[in-house]
């Protein structure tokens, strides 16, 4: 396990991040600013005497009422028990309607502040939702103005990475990394690695993320900006960068994305139990039949998606394959899912769908001897290979960009390789015996 934090990198790399940024959902322009409180009245220099003149009554100081909000507790019954008045409640309600949602579902243990005036009545009120989002509304002249106040949290990057001699989830646990971490580590590579079946013992990863902070608390982890896997010998590396479109995605080193036009496999997590095959003894008819497609077993219902952006071509009955949709990706792609349960409600023949898409649902319609998805891949009516067809790349970095995007992603690169050696010595270790 490697763990340290770059502040020097964080530095270079953050320099770019906004400041706190807030949106209004005001109809006024403005908060009015606070009035400043009254001068007290000077005592006179010379007589030394109580003044003639009374000295102003103290202003009544505001007071500040936090309150947590209990299970089952509604903004009418807290306004209730201090006393706010129903009236007021009504007129943030309707002076903010925007808000009006988030401000009737009030979720337990989060905190409610009130401001009140020395005469008990409501000036402002604060909604702190989460560490970095707080609602605040404030009393004006004209009624109750709202602003989401929105903190941005500090971060700073952290490097993390180990070997893989269990499974992703555990070795990814014990370098550190959260679910949601690990979690996105298998979709940035999803289209290269198969996480659920090619891992092997001796594998490796690094990976370069951000953690968040709010007045120096960890509040959670950010974004991977960074990572490296090594399946089987086979370097993969991807490099997070935001294009001036504002589109941010996953690049190797040189600028090709890491999501491909082609999901590998139509379904997550099931297991194999047919490969492509053209000369296969098929196992209802009884004879050499090519296996022109992958089965995948899995339980009836199981969701299928499309593996890449296209359109439905067929969606019906047909023979053998049962319940089958057809997929047409243009420049001669063709996609086939078949002995389907049921198709999704979302779609029709000629629907477009995008990748990751849900088209229907495993079943054991047709020529089947158990609940399977039988997938084929087509490249201009030529069957190929399913799992190991090349796929195409979609939307590289655009080559006027690619040095400027070489030069932005330099020191992550060489924190990445910074980071190796550590996990190739734990590689290297013998395993303990069990
Ligand atoms: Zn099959």
Same mark, same amino acid.
């Not at 040189?254 to 139509?266: H, M, N, Y």
């Given at each position: ?220 982890? $950010? ?9 089987? %010998? #086979?370097? +993969?590396?991807? =490099?997070?960068?935001? !294009? ?74 047909? $023979? ?9 990706? %243009? #420049?001669? +792609?063709?996609? =086939?899912?078949?002995? !389907? ?94």
């Amino acid at each position: 396990m490697k763990k340290m934090i770059l502040s020097g990198l964080t530095m270079v790399l953050l320099g770019g991040l906004g400041a706190a940024s807030s949106s209004n959902y005001s109809t006024q322009a403005d908060i009015p600013a606070i009035q400043p409180p009254p001068k007290p009245a000077t005592l006179s220099p010379t007589t030394g005497t109580l003044p003639a003149a009374p000295a102003p009554l103290p202003k009544a100081a505001d007071l500040w009422i936090e309150h947590q909000i209990q299970k089952g507790e509604s903004l009418a019954g807290i306004f209730s028990k201090y006393n706010l008045g129903t009236t007021t409640l009504h007129s943030i309600l309707e002076d903010n309607a925007p808000l009006y949602k988030q401000l009737t579902r009030l979720y337990p243990g989060k905190t409610l502040k009130f401001k009140l005036d020395g005469h008990g009545k409501l000036q402002s009120l604060v909604y702190q939702q989460s560490k970095t989002d707080a609602i605040a509304i404030t009393k004006t002249t004209s009624g109750f103005t709202s602003q989401l106040v929105t903190r941005q949290p500090e971060r700073e990057l952290q490097l993390a990475g180990g070997v893989i001699q269990q499974s992703l989830y555990l070795d990814g646990k014990t370098a550190g990394l959260s679910d949601k971490l690990i979690m996105k580590l298998t979709e940035i590579f999803g289209w290269d690695i198969d996480f659920a079946r090619g891992l092997r013992p001796g594998d490796r990863f690094t990976v370069l993320y951000e953690k968040l902070y709010i007045d120096d608390q960890p509040i959670g982890d $950010g974004a991977i900006v960074a990572a490296e896997f090594i399946n089987g %010998g #086979q370097v +993969y590396r991807a =490099l997070r960068y935001t !294009l001036p479109d504002g589109h941010t995605g996953y690049f190797t080193p040189d600028g090709e994305s890491l999501r491909k036009a082609f999901l590998r496999t139509p379904v997550k997590s099931a297991r194999i139990t047919s490969r492509f095959n053209l000369k296969r003894r098929h196992p209802v008819l009884h004879r050499i039949r090519a296996h022109k497609g992958v089965d995948y077993a899995a339980p009836i219902g199981t969701p299928v998606r499309a593996t890449g952006d296209g359109r439905i071509i067929f969606r019906g009955h047909k $023979g053998g394959y049962g319940r089958v949709i057809v997929l047409d990706h %243009g #420049q001669g +792609y063709t996609t =086939l899912y078949a002995h !389907l349960s049921r198709f999704s409600k979302k779609f029709k023949t000629g629907s477009s769908v995008q990748q990751g898409d849900v088209i229907g649902f495993v079943g054991q319609s047709g020529l089947a001897t158990g609940p399977h998805l039988h997938y084929e891949f087509r490249i201009h009516g030529r069957h190929r290979d399913p799992l190991t067809v090349p796929l195409p790349g979609s939307h590289p970095i655009p080559l006027p960009l690619l040095a400027g995007f070489r030069q932005q992603t330099e020191p992550l690169l060489a924190a990445l390789e910074q980071a190796r050696p550590v996990a190739v010595a734990k590689a290297e270790t013998p395993p303990a015996p069990r």
